[in-house]
């Protein structure tokens, strides 16, 4: 076998001139990370990813894919819109002027009524102005056109208790808005949920105020524009590869 050739150095005139050296404190010794077993632990990574849900998670997290992947018919996803934080607010406000009483309440002007009579003397009794709640007595509110306003979840629970609901009050023109939280609709009416509620009547002081949530109702839900199908939101992949597909289409055309 032939010796191996030694390759000639390069000139002095064109070595590169060496970096001056950095100045290094004495005080402080450089001590490199060594991550093998039983040294220096490792720098904190993202582990989101390979993390094993529970099966709770993962259910919520496939229903929420799913919705946006199925296709939505109109009265479904006339649900989906609600008002915004604002209005939400000032709906939630008035409504929380007309709570009807809880069982405290009852139970203490039940029994000042009771001491009255037993004095003797005459109970004067008001009907009060509060807000009324229960899908069939809302129900009946809206057919007979008691109702001023009415309130519905957007996330009732089969959705079928209040699918129809808006149609019916389209149909008698009853004011009605959708807005977020069953939860938040009962802590008004005292009750763990609430579907839908609805108001009668309003002091002089908030007729004002309920006008123009009645203005609101009708640019939103009334005189609105049909309300088209929802959903159908595909994955970046498949949209990647419709996009592909339609641009292979394109070309074919204009080649042709």
């Not at 529970?54 to 989906?80: D, E």
């Amino acid at each position: 076998m032939a010796p191996k050739k030694k390759v000639a150095a390069v000139p002095a005139a064109v070595r590169k001139p060496a970096a001056a050296a950095k100045p290094t404190n004495p005080l402080y010794e450089k001590r490199t990370k060594s991550f093998g077993i039983g040294g220096d632990l490792p720098p904190k990574r993202d582990m989101h990813r390979f993390v094993r849900w529970p099966k709770y998670v993962r259910i919520q997290r496939q229903r929420r894919v799913l919705k946006m992947r199925l296709k939505v018919p109109p009265a479904l996803n006339r649900f989906t819109k609600t008002l915004d934080k604002s209005s939400a607010e000032t709906v939630f406000k008035l409504l929380m002027k007309y709570r009807p009483e809880d069982k405290a309440a009852k139970k203490e002007r039940l029994l000042k009524e009771a001491e009255a009579r037993a004095a003797g003397n005459e109970v004067e009794k008001k009907k009060p102005v509060v807000v009324k709640f229960g899908i069939n007595h809302v129900t009946t509110l809206v057919e007979q056109g008691k109702a001023q306003l009415v309130v519905i979840a957007h996330d009732v629970d089969p959705i079928e208790m209040v699918i129809w609901l808006p149609a019916l009050c389209k149909k008698m023109g009853v004011p009605y808005v959708i807005v977020k939280g069953k939860a938040r609709l009962g802590t008004v009416v005292h009750q763990k949920n609430a579907t839908c509620l609805a108001l009668t009547s309003v002091k002089s002081e908030d007729e004002r105020e309920l006008a123009k949530i009645a203005d609101t109702s009708k640019s939103m839900y009334l005189d609105a524009p049909r309300v088209s199908w929802g959903g159908g939101i595909m994955g970046p992949k498949s949209q990647a590869a419709t996009k592909k597909k339609e641009k292979a289409l394109a070309k074919e055309l204009v080649g042709r």
